[in-house]
Every structure is written in C-alpha cells, then in structure tokens.
C-alpha cells in the first residue's frame, strides 16, 4: 500500500487556489492532517480519494481506498453521534488499505472516542485522518500532515512533539517580525531626516522649483541637493521592497461583542418531567435546571442520552417566556441561502453594522472576501464560524451552544473560550470537547442512565 503526491496544485473554480505544488510520499503509519479552517484539509483527502481532480500533478494509490466525510445532514438523527460511530466502524471493518477520516470525532462522546481510537490503533493500513481534537491526535497518530499557505509539510513525530516544534517555529517567526519592524522604522526615520536636508538645501539657494524652469535653470541646481533627493529616494525604494510578512498569528479576541450585546439578566430555574427521547422518557423522575446571568451550564452525557431533546426543550421553555435565546446548532444547511452572499445575509438576520460584523468574523479567522461567497462554497468549519457569528453578534439573554467545537480550529477554539469565559450573558452547553468544557463550564447537569447524576468535579465525570 501506498500514497504518492506529486506536485499537485489545485484551484476551486473562482480562482481560490488551496494547493500549490505539493508533494508527498507515505507507505505506512497513521497521519493526523492539522491546519486552520479552511486551509485545504477536507480538498487534500478529497483529491487522494479521487472525488476532486487536480489541475496539476499525479495522485498514486496501492491498495483499497475508504473514506468517511464529514457529514452534515444530521437533522432527522437524535442522536448524530451514535450514526457517526456506526459510520465509522462499518468503514473500519471493510478492511480498506488506506481509510481518509474527516473529523471523525465530531459528535462521539467519551466512550465513542475511546472505541474508535481502539478501531484506529489495531487498523494496519495507512491512516490519514483530519482532527482538531488533540488529545486523539495524540492517542491516534505517529505523524502529523501540516497543512499551510497552500503547502503540505510532512512532521514525522507525534503531535505532541509537533505542538512544540511547530510553537518553537511561531515563536521565531514573530521575533524576526519584530526585528524587521524596528529596522525599518530605523530606516524610515533615515529617509525623512534626508529628505529634510534635502528641503533645506533647496531653502538655502532660495529658489523654488518653479522659479528655477521659469528661469531655465531646471536641472543645473544644486548637486548636494540633487545628490540627497536620490539618496532619501533610493532607500524609499528600498525601504518598499524590503517586504516583511503580516504580523505572524495575530490574534484580535472576541471580547469586543460583550459590549454590543447587553444581555439582560436572568435567573430563574426551569423544570422537567416529560422530556421524550425516541418515545421515551429522558429521565424517570422530574428535575429542575438553573439558568443564571454568568454561568455557563455544561450538560453531560453518553450519545443517545437526549442532550439535545433537552436543549430543545429548554429553548421552547425559555422562548414561553419571552427570554431571548440564540442558538447554535449543527443543523446550518437550511438556515443559509445559496444564491446570495454571506454578509448580507448577516447583516439581514442580525440588523448590525457590516464593520462590526466584519470585526467580529475576523477574530474568529473569518475574513472579507469569504463572506462575500455563497455557503457552498466554504469549507466546514468556516461554515460554521459564520453560524457562530450570527449568533454571537445578535443580541441574546441566553446563549445556547451545541456542540460548538466540532470542526472548529484551534484559534477558533481559543477565541470562543475567552468570549465565554468574559461573557456576562447565561450560557448552556453540550459539548464532548473534554478540554472546552473543563477551561468554560460553571455549572453542571449530568444525564446517565435516565436520571440526573451529581459529580463532585468535572474530572471524576470524565474518569467514570
Ligand atoms: N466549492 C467550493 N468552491 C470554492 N471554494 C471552495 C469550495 N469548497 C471549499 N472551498 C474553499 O477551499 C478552501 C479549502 O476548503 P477545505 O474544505 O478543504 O478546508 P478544510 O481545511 O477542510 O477546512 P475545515 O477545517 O473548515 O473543514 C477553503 O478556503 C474553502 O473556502
């Protein structure tokens, strides 16, 4: 068996170029493909699986191809991890020789992750596999895939190690960027004190420059003059094509929304007793639920508990009674409309300013030019940053997110937790992203065997 990328390049129609001269060769291991949103994840494992055609290059496979996509369509599935699970296994046990998993993970919980990391680490052939989940790249992968300004770098460590190398490399980056920028405002402070004695050369013969063609004296005056003009504007020239990249990984932060939002404050404590799951109770006896201005309320539980029944539930309650929620789904499909471009339609669900929104979809890597596009044509992930947006920018008392990471990378990650961890509003989460939850949650409520379970501490859950 075996992978053999050669120079392949790779453009979407509209001229979005993803890949420029790529090259690879792999005939064992377990790969984990790591990369922002949007950088070419899901289009790399797409061209080796044969769905998408390069305009440059060859793509060489020995062996059984399999791939499992990301899949978006979960809307008549309660429980879309369990049909996620399934996917995968019967993927796994069709004996492929090479398997392309997209964010396999997205939707498991604690358990599903634990079976299919087992499925992985027994599976014998080349596995390339697209995460954001570290700790399972971690348990997973050998070798990590980085994916970057159209290029694809092969790491052949761990991730762990590769975090750390690839930090160092970052690290590096911005201190040369830093070097730069002082060396040329050194040279910018050069070029105006030449241009000023150039200015006062010009003073002292006491001639304009006007005069001097009226006199036809124009090019016969002063050569020191003449002399620091050329200078001040050879080193101008210099000075611009001395390019410098942007400023390595800037990092805006979502801080500014909280500002625009004015949640009103709530407090108030909501019962359950008839919640149905497939025609079943969610739990025997009733329960309440506080929701709380401040408190993020994580609620846990095993695939097929009814997480989100309940959400749904407590948006109808809190909707009862006039409380403002948005809510963040993974079902986004039909809220978009494919003929017409992403920022109207933000600027039309919302009713805030294009500059504002414009700010807030930056923070989360979100820029310009790809909310001008229609939905089908962003990846996943940006896809979904765009939903995140509408619902952080429009005005809420309760906030509810399900599933908020899937698909999410991790610059995105990180923004979302300092919005939530500043947020003044109420926050209620599901998520099976151990890490998320440990960095937002305030409060808990745990669903196991159809009743709600106390835990001392989220770690004693995660350890059960
Ligand atoms: N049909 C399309 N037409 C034009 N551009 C597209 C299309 N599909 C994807 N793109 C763009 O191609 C780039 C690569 O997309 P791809 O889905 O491969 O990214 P990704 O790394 O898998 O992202 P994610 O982590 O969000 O899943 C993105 O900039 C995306 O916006």
């Not at 919980?109 to 014998?124: A, E, T, Y």
């Not at 006491?206 to 005069?211: K, P, Q, R, V």
């Amino acid at each position: 068996m075996m992978i053999d990328v050669k120079n392949i390049s790779f453009q979407f129609d509209q001229g979005n170029i993803v890949f420029d001269n790529i090259n690879f060769r792999l005939s064992e291991g377990h790969i984990g493909i790591v990369g922002d949103n949007g950088v070419g994840k899901t289009t790399l494992i797409n061209l080796i699986s044969g769905r998408l055609l390069p305009q440059k290059g060859t793509i060489s496979l020995e062996g059984k191809v399999k791939i499992v996509s990301q899949f978006n369509d979960w809307e008549d599935y309660h429980s879309p991890g369990e049909l996620q699970l399934q996917r995968l296994k019967d993927a796994v046990f069709s004996n492929p020789d090479i398997l392309l998993l997209d964010e396999p993970t997205s939707n498991l919980d604690k358990n599903g992750i634990k079976v299919l990391s087992g499925l992985i680490r027994h599976f014998s052939g080349i596995v390339l596999l697209i995460s954001h989940d570290f700790d399972f790249l971690d348990s997973t992968t050998d070798n990590i895939l980085l994916i970057e300004n159209r290029r694809a770098e092969l790491y052949e460590q761990k991730f762990e190690d590769f975090q750390l190398e690839y930090e160092k490399k970052r690290h590096k980056e911005f201190q040369m960027y830093e070097v730069q920028k002082k060396q040329k405002n050194q040279q910018r402070k050069s070029v105006q004190r030449l241009q000023e004695k150039s200015q006062r050369s010009k003073k002292v013969r006491g001639i304009s420059n006007s005069d001097k063609k009226a006199k036809g004296l124009a090019g016969k005056y002063d050569k020191v003059q003449n002399r620091l003009a050329t200078s001040a504007k050879n080193m101008r020239q210099a000075l611009n094509d001395n390019h410098y990249d942007s400023k390595p990984f800037t990092k805006i932060g979502l801080k500014i929304l909280n500002y625009y939002q004015n949640s009103g404050k709530i407090s108030m404590q909501l019962s359950f007793s008839n919640v149905k799951v497939n025609e079943n109770y969610l739990v025997n006896s009733p329960f309440k639920i506080n929701i709380k201005s401040g408190h993020v309320l994580s609620l846990l539980g095993d695939n097929g508990v009814g997480k989100t029944s309940l959400l749904d539930k407590l948006f109808q309650k809190l909707d009862e009674k006039n409380v403002h929620v948005n809510y963040f789904h993974q079902n986004i499909n039909q809220d978009w409309c494919s003929s017409i471009p992403l920022i109207t339609q933000l600027m039309n669900k919302s009713g805030i300013r294009e500059e504002i929104i414009l700010e807030v979809a930056g923070a989360l890597g979100v820029n310009r030019e790809m909310l001008t596009r229609s939905p089908n044509k962003l990846s996943g992930g940006q896809l979904l940053k765009v939903q995140l947006i509408l619902c952080l920018i429009s005005a809420f008392d309760v906030l509810i997110l399900d599933e908020p990471t899937n698909y999410l990378d991790y610059d995105g990650v990180v923004a979302l937790t300092t919005y939530i961890n500043d947020s003044k509003a109420a926050l209620v989460i599901v998520s099976h992203d151990k890490r998320f939850i440990e960095n937002v949650t305030t409060d808990v409520v745990v669903i196991e065997n159809k009743t709600v379970v106390g835990y001392l501490t989220l770690q004693d859950y995660f350890n059960s």
